[in-house]
């Protein structure tokens, strides 16, 4: 984890206090992960799919958005900041360990305890086959995979974030992008290898480990930069995408209703992501 102890204490102590609110307090830990639960299966009575399309960056950054908003009110800091897992450079490529002190709020036991455990390598490419390579052939094949990432859609967003999903259509399956995609392997990589694959590895279960978050954090992060790699042109210049309006309750308990346009530029969502060196830049432009 990029971050200093101070700043990753914080994060422990929020979620301490969420954890310890009355279970059905609206901000209680478990409620919060049933928003995101709420927004993943394929139901009826779901109101929107938030995954698969283009839908998925925005959607995940308000929903980071109003989480850090309630974190930060429940240690009393509007400063406070979800830190990110930087699987994007090799000192990230652990499981943050952090997250492995059985004590700790940010504990989580369904986890694939081989890959948490013992600085195993994050393969971005996983899908619940282990990568034979060597560590630092796993550490190059992820920094080229993500430079190419980046790369090749570059020049065409429905690539790096989604196709597009419109009110009324049936869901296209696979319209992810492929930011979204190398997110899922980190979801696998971390969720139990068995069973259900929670709690990272389901989309009903992920947003109860706390590594969820930071994760997320990241995926926000590498969305950020790809917008400024773009001279922060708008992705899609499409009402459906620009006018999608979400449903969230804020750090005040009121019910809001957020649209795609308004979170593009994270700075009006009052953060900005701290300037790290991005190894696998090099030879993008
Ligand atoms: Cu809604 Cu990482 O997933």
């Known amino acids: 984890m990029k971050d200093d102890q101070e700043h990753l204490d914080k994060y422990k102590e929020a979620v301490r206090r969420m954890k310890n609110l009355p279970a059905e307090h609206p901000w209680n830990y478990y409620q919060q992960a049933n928003i995101h639960c709420q927004y993943c299966n394929n139901t009826d009575d779901v109101p929107v799919q938030v995954h698969f399309s283009w839908i998925f960056l925005p959607w995940h950054r308000y929903y980071l958005h109003f989480y850090e908003r309630i974190l930060g009110k429940l240690i009393d800091d509007d400063t406070f900041t979800i830190p990110f897992w930087n699987w994007d450079t090799k000192e990230g490529m652990t499981f943050p360990a952090i997250f492995q002190d059985a004590s700790s709020p940010l504990y989580d036991p369904k986890r694939d305890q081989r890959h948490v455990k013992d ?12 990568n034979p390579a060597s560590d630092s052939e796993i550490i ?99 009402k459906d995408w620009l006018d999608s309006t979400f449903l969230f309750h804020d750090e005040n308990e009121q ?20 300037q790290v060196p991005l190894p696998w830049l090099g030879k993008i432009n």
Request: proline content about 2%; some cysteine; charged content about 30%.
């Open 119 to 130: 600085g195993a390598i994050l393969d971005l490419k996983y899908a619940y086959t282990d």
């Open 140 to 238: 190059r094949e992820n920094l080229c995979f993500i430079q190419k990432t980046f790369k090749y859609s570059l020049s065409l967003a429905e690539l790096f974030m989604g196709d597009p999903v419109r009110a009324g259509e049936k869901e296209i399956q696979e319209a992810n992008g492929q930011l979204e995609v190398i997110h899922n392997a980190a979801h696998m990589w971390v969720g139990e290898p068995d069973g259900y694959k929670e709690d990272m590895g389901d989309f009903s279960t992920a947003a109860r480990d706390s590594v969820f978050y930071c994760h997320h954090s990241n995926v926000d992060r590498m969305w950020d930069i790809y917008r400024n790699l773009r001279g922060n042109q708008v992705e899609f210049e499409d």
């Open 255 to 274: 019910l809001v209703k957020v649209k795609i346009g308004d979170c593009l530029n994270p700075t009006k969502l009052r953060y900005t992501f701290e």
